[in-house]
């Protein structure tokens, strides 16, 4: 037989963190406590019950009275995953806008189930051109317009109104990636016209990892109804999923229920705040943030127009050490910030402000410990930096 030293292996104790990458954010320690509920079976009427709560909190959220909405089991890749397997069918014309690491996972989601993918692209850290989608879906049948509304690897927003119309106008469904946007801007899913709509919950919910709030519209249900094949992935099959999380209680797979706990409460604490203020709030640490960054001489990747909010690149200052500056914020700060991903590996920070993490507390400590790191790189930082910020505070 095999033997293991249990006593090797110490209490987990990470310490704290302040969270400020792409995700996952800081956790708010009520989420943690509702996590820390006793484990109760997926049939438990109580936990029916908080099931019910989720969905009406969500529909909140995604401002929807799509009944099909629901959290996947998984994190937001599987979100996208849910959406593209029972949406799209082998043969069927599938139009998705690419500019960064997420459209570029969509894209090859649809070449892995059979979907004839068209692909309409941008440059990183720059928004897609309408006009290129609406000649790519010119004179096809095409079945799902594909978006990222927040792009994390870049810190660009997509604005959706006007590819909304295109795939209305088309006959398509109009499908968005709100990982990152839910829960820190409007993700208004009804008045937009989104059809299908998928998040996760380590981003601006400010809950763990591991579920994807998903929601499907009536035409996306139509779809998914009158499919020829059956949907090839069976754990994701919403079809099924829908039998236990909508009226029947048919099992299909055990919920991961103190999952779902944190993310009720989560949702519960965004209900508190409201979507309004909470919005507010996002933009408010964002302007001070990039305040701030603008004073230290540091230079913004994305132009005004077409920010995030929540994920903030800024470009890194020729002669500085990516990695260094990185490791000192986390080893002498506790402060967790992304590096670049694919065309801005070692060019762009990304900082995130997401959901609990956002807060003038946290934007005030970043950047004075950027600033003092900075300064020991040899990098002239200006010095107004924390006034800067301050005087956009002062202004709300
Ligand atoms: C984080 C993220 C994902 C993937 O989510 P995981 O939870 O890492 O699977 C998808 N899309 C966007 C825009 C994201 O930021």
């Known amino acids: 037989m095999k033997t293991i030293d249990p006593n090797r292996f110490r209490d987990i104790d990470p310490g704290q963190r302040v969270l400020m990458g792409p995700g996952p954010s800081d956790v708010s320690p009520r989420v943690l406590q509702a996590m820390s509920a006793p484990c109760i079976g997926h049939l438990d009427p109580y936990f029916l019950s908080a099931m019910d709560e989720t969905q009406q909190l969500l529909r909140y959220l995604f401002q929807t009275d799509n009944r099909l909405t629901i959290p996947v089991s998984g994190t937001g890749s599987a979100g996208m995953e849910t959406c593209f397997v029972n949406l799209v069918e082998?043969?069927?014309?599938?139009?998705?806008?690419?500019?960064?690491?997420?459209?570029?996972?969509?894209?090859?989601?649809?070449?892995?189930?059979?979907?004839?993918?068209?692909?309409?692209?941008?440059?990183w850290g720059r928004t897609i051109d309408p006009e290129d989608v609406r000649k790519a879906v010119e004179g096809k049948k095409v079945k799902v317009l594909a978006?990222?509304?927040?792009e994390t690897s870049t810190g660009v927003c997509q604005p959706l109104d006007d590819l909304a119309a295109i795939a209305r106008d088309a006959g398509a469904l109009f499908l968005v990636d709100t990982v990152t946007s839910l829960g820190g801007m409007e993700v208004d899913v009804d008045r937009i016209g989104i059809d299908a709509v998928y998040s996760g919950t380590q981003k601006c919910l400010s809950c763990p990892p591991g579920l994807s709030p998903i929601s499907l519209g009536p035409a996306a249900v139509e779809t998914l109804t009158n499919r020829k094949t059956p949907v090839v992935s069976?754990?994701?099959?919403?079809?099924?999923?829908?039998?236990?999380?909508?009226?029947?209680?048919?099992?299909?797979?055990?919920?991961?229920?103190?999952?779902?706990?944190?993310?009720?409460?989560?949702?519960?604490?965004?209900?508190?705040?409201?979507?309004?203020?909470?919005?507010?709030?996002?933009?408010?640490?964002?302007?001070?943030?990039?305040?701030g960054v603008e004073a230290m001489g540091l230079e913004m990747v994305v132009a005004k127009s077409d920010r995030l909010p929540m994920l903030n690149t800024i470009r890194i200052p020729a002669g500085v050490n990516d990695a260094k500056v990185r490791g000192a914020l986390l080893k002498d700060f506790g402060i967790e910030?992304?590096?670049?991903?694919?065309?801005?590996?070692?060019?762009?920070?990304?900082?995130?402000?997401?959901?609990?993490?956002?807060?003038?507390?946290?934007?005030?400590?970043?950047l004075s410990a950027i600033q003092t790191i900075l300064k020991a790189e040899g990098f002239a930082a200006g010095p107004d930096v924390l006034e800067a910020a301050a005087a956009i505070y002062d202004e709300a």
Do not use: S
């Open 90 to 123: 082998p043969g069927d014309e599938v139009v998705v806008c690419v500019n960064g690491v997420f459209g570029t996972r969509m894209a090859d989601i649809v070449g892995r189930i059979g979907g004839k993918l068209t692909r309409v692209d941008a440059p």
């Open 147 to 150: 978006v990222v509304h927040a």
């Open 234 to 291: 069976w754990y994701l099959d919403m079809g099924m999923v829908a039998d236990y999380w909508g009226g029947n209680r048919k099992y299909h797979h055990t919920a991961p229920i103190n999952m779902v706990f944190a993310l009720r409460e989560a949702l519960r604490i965004i209900a508190e705040e409201g979507l309004e203020a909470r919005h507010d709030r996002h933009l408010l640490n964002h302007r001070a943030l990039v305040a």
């Open 337 to 366: 910030i992304g590096g670049g991903l694919g065309d801005f590996a070692g060019k762009a920070w990304r900082v995130g402000i997401m959901g609990h993490a956002c807060r003038r507390r946290n934007v005030v400590l970043f």
